[in-house]
């Protein structure tokens, strides 16, 4: 086989092994990427959802990664704006000096990366490293940081007897960091066709050494639980090289493959709440919220369609990444933090509409604090009969980055050499899309004018598929059949992400193509449609599609503390994972 055809191989579908992905293709390299689950399923559908520099990392003098991911931040808002909207944050502040002699010493390596309970940043600080933020991103399109006082119009309502000011800051949020990822992938699947290169997605899929070889193995996709089970090789490789993009698993699938290797990955869990309580909606006025917990670590109160999203955690994680809940304790401490910053809220465990939590990929380090980890990445390479790499870090942010210096150094080692890169190439969806969210509703509209659809439908498409809704209504939707009466997507939309977004189970279409994970009024007789057209699809099989609804039900449930409306006949479940009632 000449070298041409051989396929790098990509260990890991989420946003850094599909962004690698992409990037080898734009170089002509053929790639196969694998892995065990769905694509996107695993710390990327976990995140907190913000496309930034990382305001904190400031005061651990990381510059470099800062600037980094404010030009990534300014290109994700230009390349993918269906996807990718800027987000107004403002940070409370109560006293003037406050956290300045901490941080002097932390920047001066003089303090450990403990939290600052009792010292909480002040006006001077924040200030400071909001002008720091501004010089760094030299972004034009976004408005600079500005100093509010507490009360005034248009800003965040904020406890006055805990604060003086609000320092606002631009930052940007990508509210589906899972339908990033599948365009990064889709991108990748179009510019595979563009330049005759091969090209191969397999989900559910898990791949296995065996000298200079590699077997690819099928797995269940319907028994997701427990310790991975292969069943027979279907596909035998012999890849130009293989990159393990695996994240949080990354020590994990060096084991399974078999390679030996030092340890790589010190995983720390961070969990976020979902609520819709319209007083926290309504303080927010439109903005995110950065605030310091009771223990002086970072919270974000997020606005996220009608819901608003807080968190998050940072916990030291052992174990299997794809266990990790969200615990009573971090819920309780995710909103003891929004009660105290905004007044008279009284936040509940009640208000809870779901919860996740997902592992930060960071790299291991015996001794420091979680919060002092570096989020920089890097690419390592080990001893194998097969160039072979693991992607260390990496935030959402600078995953195409990141993509970029891996596919140079991959190219490097087996003699090729940088042709092409992503950084001016849009996302599927984005061509003709507006940048800001009133502007994006508007073009809706017109598309729902222009079509004879509802409007609510095609604002629903419009933030799944961008500009392609053109082009799917183009081909004909009944706007009047959709799965459900409070899901406001059409079948013909619904079966149009089957085809097209390497759909396996129904958790896939509700949790990471349509989102409905987070529709509050889902129900379980709605996913028996979905399931339905999953059948007549040909995704499964009939006697699946009660077993999937009840699979996803139970998930939904057991993972997310997340209850469907009108579920008749559920069968209770009690595995102690907290609720969301
Ligand atoms: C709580 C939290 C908040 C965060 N907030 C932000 C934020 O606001 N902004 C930001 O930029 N970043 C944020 N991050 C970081 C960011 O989410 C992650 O760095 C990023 O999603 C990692 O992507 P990945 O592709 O490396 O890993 P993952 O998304 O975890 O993908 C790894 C994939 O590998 C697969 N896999 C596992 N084992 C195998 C195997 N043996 N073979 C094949 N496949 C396998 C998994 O199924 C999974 O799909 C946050 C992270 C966490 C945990």
């Known amino acids: 086989m000449r070298d041409r055809d051989r396929p790098v191989l990509i260990l890991g579908a989420g946003i850094n092994g599909a962004a690698l992905a992409r990037e080898l293709v734009l170089n002509g390299v053929a790639v196969c990427v694998v892995d065990v689950g769905d694509i ?23 510059w470099g990664l800062v600037r980094e991911s404010l030009h990534e931040r ?14 107004r944050l403002f940070v409370p502040v109560g006293n003037r000096p406050g956290g300045l002699g901490r941080t002097a010493r932390r920047l001066l390596h003089m303090e450990g990366a403990r939290p600052a309970a009792g010292d909480p940043r002040g006006l001077w600080l924040v200030r400071a490293g909001l002008r720091l933020y501004d010089q760094f991103a030299r972004d034009p399109a976004l408005p600079r940081s500005t100093v509010h006082r507490v009360g005034d119009a248009g800003t965040p309502e904020v406890d006055p007897a805990r604060f003086r000011w609000l320092c606002s800051y631009s930052d940007a949020q990508a509210r589906f960091p899972e ?35 590699v ?9 997701t639980a427990g ?99 969200a615990s009573e304790e971090e819920l309780d401490y995710l909103l003891s933090a929004a009660n105290a910053t905004c007044p008279g809220l009284r936040l509940s465990r009640d208000d809870i509409a779901l919860h996740y939590c ?51 150094a991959v190219l490097d080692r087996v003699g090729l050499t940088v042709r092409d890169n992503s950084r001016e190439r849009p996302l599927p969806g984005a061509a003709g899309w507006p940048q800001g969210e009133v502007e994006a509703e508007g073009q809706a509209a017109r598309l729902a004018a222009q079509f004879g659809v509802p409007r609510r439908q095609a604002q629903q498409m419009a933030l799944l598929a961008g500009s392609r809704v053109a082009d799917i209504l183009a081909a004909g939707v009944d706007p009047r059949c959709s799965p459900g009466p409070e899901l406001p997507l059409p079948s013909d939309f619904v079966r149009w992400v089957i085809r097209s977004q390497w759909v396996t189970t129904l958790g896939d279409l509700v949790e990471r193509r349509l989102m409905l994970l987070y529709e ?26 009660p077993l999937q609804v009840a699979a996803c039900r139970d998930r939904l449930r057991n993972r997310f503390g997340k209850e469907l409306t009108a579920a008749a006949g559920d069968s209770p479940v009690t595995d102690g994972a907290p609720r969301a009632t």
Request: proline content about 7%; charged content about 20%; hydrophobic content about 45%.
């Open 520 to 545: 509050p009024e889902l129900s379980a007789a709605a996913l028996h449609a979905l399931a339905e057209l999953m059948r007549q699809e040909g995704v499964l099989a009939a006697e699946q599609v």
């Open 40 to 62: 996107s399923s695993g710390t990327t559908a976990c995140s907190t959802r913000l496309i930034h520099g990382g305001l904190r990392y400031l005061e651990y003098a990381e």
């Open 179 to 213: 339908l990033l990822t599948v365009a990064l992938l889709e991108d990748a699947r179009q510019a595979a066709a563009e330049r005759g290169v091969a090209w191969q997605v397999l989900p559910y899929h898990a791949a296995r050494l065996h000298g200079a070889r």
């Open 227 to 325: 310790p991975v089970t292969i069943g027979p090789a279907v596909q035998d490789l012999e890849p130009l090289a293989i990159v393990n993009a695996t994240g949080a698993w990354v020590d994990r699938t060096l084991q399974h493959l078999p390679v030996d290797a030092r340890r790589l990955i010190g995983g720390t869990k961070g969990s976020h709440l979902l609520t819709f309580h319209p007083g926290l909606r309504r303080a927010l006025a439109g903005a995110g919220l950065y605030v310091e917990a009771a223990d002086g670590r970072p919270v974000f109160l997020l606005p996220l369609g009608d819901a608003t999203l807080v968190g998050t955690t940072d916990l030291p994680f052992e174990g299997d990444p794809a266990e990790a809940r």
């Open 215 to 223: 077997a690819v193995h099928r797995r269940d996709p319907f028994t």
């Open 74 to 87: 300014t290109r994700w808002l230009r390349l993918a704006p269906h996807l990718v909207r800027p987000l």
């Open 358 to 408: 997902g592992v930060r990929p960071l790299p291991y380090s015996p001794a420091r604090a979680t919060a002092g980890i570096t989020r920089r990445h890097w690419l390592e390479e080990h001893a194998a009969a097969r160039p072979l790499f693991s992607l260390v870090g990496g935030k959402l942010t600078t995953c195409r980055a990141l993509a970029e210096q891996a596919t140079r």
